[in-house]
Nanobody
Framework: QVQLVESGGGLAQPGGSLRLSCAAS????????MSWVRQGPGKGLEWLSA????????NYAESAKGRFTISRDNAKNTLYLQMNSLKPEDTALYFC??????????????WGQGTQVTVSS
């Protein structure tokens, strides 16, 4: 069965960095786009970034542009999100999500359980 397991969250100081990982199993990882989505305290889901199946095309929400970088290693079936210049408003539960095709930025069929990121001094 499809499994997506996020890791790498934790406590970071404002201006700091974190690197999130999402280990995928149970499907042909290299055939599907992947995305990162977050949910802040008391807020709805916010799509952050997507990467196509080959890792050649990426897209970012305005809140992530210039600070976050999405990448993937198809040999390791792993998705990454490098987060720099973190702000307190980045505090959220971060999810990885599997796209329905090679470049699906808004349609997801599986989600991980999330990893908590807290940005505070």
């Amino acid at each position: 069965q499809v499994q997506l397991v996020e890791s790498g969250g934790g406590l970071a100081q404002p201006g700091g960095s974190l690197r999130l990982s999402c280990a995928a199993s149970g499907f042909s990882f290299s055939r599907y786009s992947m995305s990162w989505v977050r949910q802040g305290p008391g807020k709805g889901l916010e799509w952050l970034s997507a990467i196509d199946n080959n890792g050649r095309d990426t897209n970012y929400a305005e809140s992530a542009k210039g600070r976050f970088t999405i990448s993937r290693d198809n040999a390791k079936n792993t998705l990454y999100l490098q987060m720099n210049s973190l702000k307190p408003e980045d505090t959220a539960l971060y999810f990885c999500a599997k796209g329905r095709g090679v470049w699906s930025q808004v349609e997801f069929d599986f989600w991980g359980q999330g990893t908590q990121v807290t940005v505070s001094s």
